[in-house]
């Protein structure tokens, strides 16, 4: 895909400015001569015709969940009448097509936010709409045979987190002829694996006795590797139907991974705790390999077959109704040939932490409340449920797992800003990998927020100095802040190309805007280079 950098006109706000919620949208108890209409026309874009029940939704961005909706006619019409001013989205979907936003540069990225103003009529607005696209193929085994009831799974390519990021629910499985499809896919990069239980490869028959075999297959990667590292993504564009992607299993040795778990924690006993086994190393593999199990209730005993051979952690959980979260455990296992015994998992009882929230001068208005959220770094995708802000500031979690977290606060109020401009766990200071808990509490999470940030306005233009629309523009912290992903801002400009960034931390950034640009991926600092000057 093709980038091309677009320039920006900055215009600065103080730094010292305090970022407010901004003033709510127009009722809808405007006037009629103060209410806005907004009518179009939905077409193919392939052949240019007209889409009949095309749906089209006005959604405020205000905060509130208030919506316009029509249904396009025989000609592709829509109109949207009695609308208060203010700023919205404009979403237009139809069944086989990707959905289209106002503003869209490209499909299934951001689009322009739509500011109406009082009185105005905005016509002959016009969308056209691309088929979804789809990729199939068959899976077989060593012997050329259709392999029925594998899992396919595919994963958008993302420079973000690791290596891919999953698309859809769960896995698709193959019919009795070995063949899948993968259908409403957005145009875009993707990678497609493959993963066979032998011991549950019948979907059909759910209930058929357990397989103990002592042979596999190695999970499959596009174009037919066993490596992770060595898949490569299938480009697809608007309408594509990629055929014939074809995987040919490799057996392997399987091997059974048996243990017990033990929970430390007062009225557990007889509650479902949970053994989950995933690749060591993150990016693709972790996402397509998982194999889990539900301990025995009395003894807590369990039993994983078919593991293939590699490196793995071996995560157990049970859920904890005090604290309303999950209390957890996890160790490392090498699997090579032979069944792997006596894996002891011990969930003990958690911490309770207790905290405090104040601000660097005053609140700004709009904030009546607060949540703090722990992110475990060893686990960023199994974070803490949110807890309060108590009126005096004062917050609690109660059973948190020992390990190193990250602390966030954040408020339900659209447009609050301010950031945490501090932290300390006891006596010593937070640093950005975050604060570690073992043993007995050592103090008060004490979090400082502040309100004086900065707010960043301005206007993207094209290179014909034409507003550039629905493009996006992205807040890049400098080095060394590149890895903390909360201080990036990404906004997307609106119909006459100008945007406003708010609740930025004071620091050292550079601005970007691309004319297109895939999500996330200014977070890979190679992608990012060079467009460094």
């Known amino acids: 895909m093709r980038f091309v950098f677009v320039s920006c006109l900055l215009l600065l706000s103080p730094i010292a400015s305090l970022c407010q919620t901004p003033p709510p949208s127009a009722a809808d108890s405007n006037p009629p001569k103060e209410l806005v209409t907004v009518s179009g026309t939905v077409l193919r874009l392939d052949t240019g015709e007209p889409l009949k029940k095309a749906d089209v939704k006005l959604q405020s961005r205000s905060g509130s969940r208030k919506a316009v909706y029509d249904v396009t006619d025989a000609l592709g019409h829509f109109t949207l009448g009695s609308v208060p001013p203010g700023s919205y989205i404009l979403i237009v979907s139809r069944n086989g097509y990707v959905d289209a936003e106002f503003g869209q540069q490209r499909p299934g990225g951001p689009g322009a936010v739509l500011t109406l103003s009082a009185g105005q009529r905005l016509t002959d607005l016009v969308f056209k709409l691309i088929h979804t696209c789809a990729i199939s193929g068959h899976v077989y085994d060593e012997d050329g045979f259709p392999v029925r009831g594998a899992d396919i799974s595919i994963f958008r390519a993302s420079a973000r987190e690791g290596k891919a990021l999953p698309v859809g629910g769960a896995p698709i499985s193959t019919n009795d002829l070995g063949e899948f499809r993968i259908f409403d896919l957005h145009p875009g990069r993707y990678y497609v694996s493959v993963f066979y239980h032998p011991e549950v490869g019948d979907h ?4 058929s006795p357990v397989r103990d075999t002592k042979e596999g297959y190695l999970p499959a990667y596009f174009p037919n590797t066993t490596d992770a590292a060595r898949a490569l993504p299938i480009m697809i564009h608007a309408g594509d139907e990629i055929r014939d992607i074809d995987f040919f299993l490799q057996p392997a040795l399987m091997v059974k991974v048996t243990g017990k778990v033990i929970s430390a ?3 557990t006993s007889g509650v479902d705790a949970n053994v989950e086994i995933y690749p060591r190393d993150s990016g693709l593999a ?5 194999l889990d199990a539900i301990p025995d209730r009395k003894d807590g005993t369990f039993q994983i077959r078919n593991v293939p051979p590699g490196t793995y952690s071996v995560f157990s959980s049970i859920h904890d109704s005090e604290s309303r979260g999950w209390l957890w455990t996890k160790r490392e296992i090498e699997v090579g040939n032979i069944d792997v015994d006596g894996v002891v998992l011990i969930i003990t009882q958690g911490i309770d932490l207790f905290g405090r929230v104040s601000w660097e001068g005053s609140a700004p208005r709009g904030i009546s409340d607060l949540y703090v959220w722990l992110e475990p770094v060893d686990e960023p995708d199994r974070p803490l449920p949110s807890q309060p802000v108590r009126a005096n500031g004062s917050f609690t979690f109660k059973n948190v797992p020992e390990g190193t977290y990250r602390p966030f606060v954040s408020s ?3 447009g609050a800003a301010g950031f945490l401009k501090s932290a300390k766990y006891g006596s010593l200071s937070v640093p950005d990998a975050g604060f570690t808990l073992r043993g007995r509490p050592e103090g008060l999470l004490e979090l400082v ?17 034409l507003p550039a629309v ?28 100008r945007f406003i960034i708010s609740g930025i931390e004071p620091s050292d950034y550079k601005l970007f805007s691309w004319e297109s640009v895939e999500d996330q991926d200014w977070f890979d600092q190679d992608w990012l280079r060079p467009y460094e000057s």
């Open 204 to 207: 059909f028959f759910p209930f």
């Open 265 to 267: 924690v007062p009225n």
């Open 286 to 290: 972790q996402s397509t390999i998982h």
């Open 412 to 414: 339900p109020e659209q």
């Open 449 to 465: 927020m502040s309100s004086h940030c900065a707010q960043v306005s301005g206007l993207v233009l094209t290179g014909d100095s």
């Open 470 to 497: 629905g493009v996006q523009v992205v807040l890049v912290p400098d080095p060394p802040r590149r890895n903390q992903h909360r201080v990036f801002k990404v906004v997307t400009t609106d119909q006459n190309g």
